[in-house]
Structure formats: structure tokens, C-alpha cells
């Protein structure tokens, strides 16, 4: 509890001057409720009250517990901007407290949230960006995407954070000058996909291939699974007149996969080939591995967050409500997933529903 008090405690209270319950004791029956599988503000009411003898172990409750309305008010009237500072801050902490380092391959990737949207604009929902550590399994960071436009989304959650140490990762669309130089600028490197909307500079990629020239090559043959064969053929070859002559930051190296693909009992796929441009030299082996852990952002983070979360059937729609309700979803994701038990989300949720000795376990590892 100390922890979350010495992060969320500084967060501005929205609310009128003669709010009766505390701000921080709202926000914390809303975190505990999540990690025990609540979706909604009424949830984290029913799951108050229900709870209100364990939870009165670590707040004094003077008020009792906060109906469903206040706990929507809260929500909706919290500005992300500070409630976003606050997770950052709570999440440096609790990484150190527990020994996770967030560094390594950082993915950049969007999402929508499906369920926020207002009667008639079923085909506009919000638009996030998240940040994930892909080998702490973390999430980082995530920013509105004004406008659903994505690439500025990422631009300004890249303004938030400090990447020393990190190999920042995105598909495609964020392939372009000021999406490189933000990374560069926050002391990280990248390894950016590219593909041929690049125009010329796609073009250049990929006749540096085709020409003769000193590269180094790797090959990996995943062992079949799924009634499937696949094989990958890694390339990688420096190049520091990109930068120059197409005015794309940081560029040393380019990249090239080639996927193949065999289903049992069937004909071979035609061999995708994809290409990527890199800030730092890396061999081809750690390539693969890079651009393999990206796809960690969908797995781990998006895929936990619809299935076990509900986040895209969530209809929060109201204000700041998705928005912060999408943080506090992303804290009790971290939260469960450093706990030591090795079982998997899922189950540490129905657990913690079940069985007050593992929440309140789990409560107390947010030191």
C-alpha cells in the first residue's frame, strides 16, 4: 500500500472540496476489484462491499465503502495526462522493488478500444498506443491517439519515457523520420519494419541485396508444431548512407527476413520476405529474436487484456473513463503477472476472488 500511496497519493483530486471518500482509497478498492476480475464501476462496488472487512486492513474506510456512481465520477472526471504520470511512477518503483528491468525490446504498437465508442459511432472507438516491455512482460506506457491517428499517438508517448538501454520496435507505419529521431532523442535505438509505401527508401533496402557485398546470414528451422514447418533466413548488412542521402536518423543497418512456411500434408507457402531498418548492428541471430519479440506486445499484452480483462467488450464510453479505466486494466496486468505464483492470469484472478490470503498477498507485493 505504500508503494501505491507514495505514487497515486500527489494524483489531483477532480472532485468537489467536499468529496467524502478519499481519492486514493477509491482508486485502490478499484485496483484490488480489478485484480479479482471486476469490468465495471459496479463491480468495484459489489466488490467493495463484499470485501469490506479485508479491505479495511489497509484503509480506514471512514466513509464506508463508495457507491458505483462515485466510482464512475472519479473516473470519468480523472485527467489521464496526471493519472498516467502516477502509473509511470508507480511502475519505475515497483520494477526496482522487484527486481524487473525495463529495458531490452520495447514494443510500440495501437489499439482500439471497441466497446468506447457513443450510439452511431460503432466505427470510431478511442484509439490507444501502448508501450510494452517485452522481456519483463510489462506494460509501460499508453497514450490517446488524438484523433485515432496512431502515429501521433506514439510520437507523444515516446516523449514521456526514458529508453537508455532499450531496442524500440513498430511496424510499418511508424517506419518515418520522427518516429526514428523521437527513439534516438530518448537515448534508445530501433529496429522499424519497412515496407514499400517507403517509396524510395524502400527501394534502396532492397536493391543493397540484390547487389554483392559483405553481409552476415543466419538460418533458424523451428521444430514442427502445430502440423506445421517453419523456416527463417536472416540477413543483415551495414549501411550508413541511408541516413544521408534519404534523411532518415540513425540508420546502420538493414535487415531481411525470409519466412518459410510447410502445413502437413500440403504444398509449401510462397516465401514471405520482409525488411527492417536498424539504429544499431546487431547479429542476425539477435535480429530474428528482436522482431520474433515484438509480436509479445499482441500475445502477452493486447490478447490478455481483451480475454481476461474484457477490455474491448468494456462500454465505458463517458469522459476520461476508458482511458483511465485502460491504465488501472494495464497496472493490475502488471501487478498479477509479477506475482511469484506461477499460475497463469487467469487463474491468479479467480484466486484472488476466492481466496483473501492470495489477495491480500498480492496487495502487499505492491511495496
Known sequence: MEGFRKAFGRLPD?????????LLEVLFIALAAMLCGAESCSDMADFGQSKEELLRLFLRLEHGIPSHDTFSR???LLKPPAFENAFRRFMAAFAEANGLKLTGVVAVDGKALRGAYERGGKATPLQLVNVFVVDARMALAQ????GRNETAGALEVLELLSLEGCIVTADALHCHRAFAGAVLARGGNYVLAIKAN????????????????KRRVAEHVDPSSHDRHE???VTIMRNTSLAAHYGFPGVVAV????????LRGQRADAPVVRHYLLSKYVSPKRLLHITRSHWGIENRLHWVLDVHFTEDGNRARKDNAPENLATMRRLALNILRAHPDRASIRRKIKRAGWDDAFLSAILSHMR
Open 231 to 233: 523456416a527463417r533466413r
Open 255 to 262: 535487415g531481411r527476413i525470409t519466412s518459410r512456411r510447410r
Open 198 to 213: 517507403r517509396g524510395r527508401l524502400f527501394t534502396a533496402v532492397t536493391q543493397q541485396f540484390a547487389r554483392s557485398g
Open 14 to 22: 477532480p472532485r468537489a472540496e467536499n468529496a467524502r471518500h478519499d
Open 143 to 146: 497514450q490517446k491517439a488524438p
Open 74 to 76: 472519479v473516473f470519468r
